[in-house]
């Protein structure tokens, strides 16, 4: 019975080497998808794809930079709770960056519009920050 709950946990090394590993493995899918998919004959799966591979790859990248950067800082929390910021925000900034690509082809990619998009993703932000605050 015990062998099975240990099971269930991930310790902070082996996180850092399963989400380096899917990392890894969305980049080389996306440059794949990059050199041998035409997007012309693919379609709409094409694309799906390449904006699939490149979020896979860009959520796990700034992930474990944002896990790397606050352990480097320094500071008196646990682990689990700079993962859990760093993902958030590494899944945040990659939804800014991929809704700024889709922007770019259909001609909305504005500074009204990105600024607008920022606005929002900071809002959520926000939201989170202030429900973890301790009330008085």
Same mark, same amino acid.
Request: hydrophobic share 60%.
């Given at each position: ?6 099971? %269930?946990?991930?310790?902070?090394? @082996? ?22 998919? @035409? /997007? ?17 790859? *860009? ?18 929390? %646990? ?22 690509? *889709?922007?770019? /082809?259909?001609?909305?990619?504005? %500074?009204?519009?990105?600024? *607008? ?20």
């Amino acid at each position: 019975m015990r062998r099975t709950i240990e099971c %269930l946990f991930m310790t902070f090394r @082996d996180y850092v080497a399963v989400m380096s590993l899917a990392t890894i493995s969305a980049w080389i899918a996306w440059i794949v998808v990059i050199f041998l998919i @035409d /997007p012309y004959s693919a379609g709409a799966v094409g694309f799906l794809f390449f904006y699939l591979t490149l979020g896979l790859s *860009l959520i796990g990248s700034l992930s474990l930079i944002g896990v790397g950067v606050r352990i480097w800082r320094g500071g008196n929390s %646990l682990l689990s709770r700079y993962v859990a910021v760093s993902f958030r925000q590494a899944l945040l900034l990659t939804m800014v960056m991929i809704v700024s690509l *889709l922007l770019l /082809p259909v001609g909305l990619f504005k %500074l009204w519009s990105v600024s *607008l998009l920022i606005l929002a993703v900071s809002c959520v932000e926000l939201s989170f920050l202030l429900s973890k605050r301790p009330r008085v």
